[in-house]
Every structure is written in structure tokens, then in C-alpha cells.
């Protein structure tokens, strides 16, 4: 047999792009977001509604997700709908909102840019920079989000394979920017029951590939609010360095992705469960 095929111990069946293979950086990288860390030893929990609706949603959504242990807000301000006609979002009255606070808090917020025209305008308002599955092959967005100083959450592609979505990273590390953070969020298989399939085998394929931190997003991968505290606890079981997970202060009235938020009391129940789960394979909840 070929010798040099023997030494090499065969990861995958396609080369893993240079920058984001985990050779480099074998301990993995680090990922920080205003001192909260993605990538350590703790699992990162981020929260938030899918869309930023008003400031008394976000407000008592935040200090409700605050409480319970959250290190990081979610919520979009420019939203990808599939209809036209669907609440869209926002836009900067959002993204000040956002910025509002996360001032008076100090939680960092994550939020959604869609476009490259976004990028300037949501970073200053953002503290990172949420890719979207429907743009993951975006490539002059995966090119500016690489000229940008912002931490970018690249979330996968729903009809992207594994490597398709370490190519994107790629795209973003060649262009000037490591910090970057991936997220499963479930693809499109046959599979109808769901809203998605989450790919939890992404998580240690992902993990063994790359140094770049992985996370997962429950709400999206599964669609349905009652299945969200499983699968994410499954995560954290399947090596994930974090979750991100839309919970909504009144989840019957959100204006977007109602059925897949958690209540804030739910958030709470889960949380602690899935410290738990941390503690069970070795980590803790940041
Ligand atoms: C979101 O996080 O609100 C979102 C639109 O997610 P995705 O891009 O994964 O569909
Ligand atoms: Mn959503």
C-alpha cells in the first residue's frame, strides 16, 4: 500500500480548507465577545427573539434571558422572510434598540446582516455579525464579513454539506477575518415532521475538522418550541461550544417564529438542565 496514503489518517473525503483545518490550532480557537468566551472550556448560551419587534419585546425578553444565565442577544433587525409580505423587520430602529440594551446591560448582541450594504451600519451597532443560513453562499457578503473587524456567526447553509459550509468560513479567514464562529441549524432533508433536520452529526465532524467553535441553534434545526430543550441539550451531550435559541416574552403574539420561542420560563427550566448536561461531559455553562 502507498505509504505516504497510510501516515496521513483519512478525515473526510474531501480536503479540508487550509485556514479553518484544525492542524493549526489543534487546542481550538477561542472566539471572544466582550470577555464571553466561545470555545472554551464553558458552553455559551445565546437567547433572544428571532426579530426585534419593540422595545418593551426586546427589553423584557433580554432581562428576562439576562437573568436566567444568557451571555449573549439575539434578535434581528433585517430579517430573510420567505414571503415578501411577512414582517421583515426593524431595520436600524432595531439595531439601535439593540444597542440600547446591550448598553444598559453590558450583554453583547448578535444580530443578522444580509447584505454587504448592512455590514458598516449593523457594525456599529453590533458587537458580531450573524450570517444567515440563506446567505452562507454569499460570497461578496463572506468577502466584506472577512474585511470586517466584527466576530462573525456563519450559520450553515441549509442545503450546504459540510464542506460546502467549511468553504464559506474559508471565504471569510482568506479575506482577513479568524474570528469566526459556526452554527448548525439543521438542513433540508426529505423529512417533513420538522421544520428541519438537525444535523447533530455535524457537531463533532465540525469539531474535528476545524478549530473554529461550533454552536447550534435548536430553534431553527427543529422549528417546534416543544422539541427545542431536547435537541439542545443533545448538543451540549454531542460537544457543541454553545447553543443559540430564540425565546420570545410572549411567543403566542411574535411577529416571527413564534412556534419554535420558548417562553421565558421555559428558557429557565432548560438552562438549568443543560447546565447538567455541561457539567456531565466535562464542560460548564459560561
Ligand atoms: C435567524 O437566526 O433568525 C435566522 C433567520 O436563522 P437562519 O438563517 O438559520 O434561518
Ligand atoms: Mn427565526
Redesign the pocket.
Known sequence: MNKSVCDVPMRTSFPVPERVDRKNNPEGSVISIKGNDIGGKGVIIIAGP??VESKEQLFETARKVISDGARIL?G?AF??RSSPYSFQGMGEEGLKLLNEISSETGMPVVT?VMDTRQIELVSQYADML??????MQNYPLLKEAGHSKKPILL??G?MATVEEFLLAAEYILSHGNEQVVL?E??IRTFETSTRNTLDLNAVPMLKNLTHLPVIV?P??GTGLRWMVPAMAKAAIAAGADGI?M?VHYSPETAL??GQQSLSPDEFAILMSDLKKIALAVGRDIL
Open positions: 428571532c426579530a439575539r434581528g430579517k430573510p443578522e450573524q450570517i444567515g443560513s440563506r446567505n450559520k450553515r441549509m452554527c441549524r439543521g441553534d430553534s431553527h443559540i430564540e416571527c417564529d
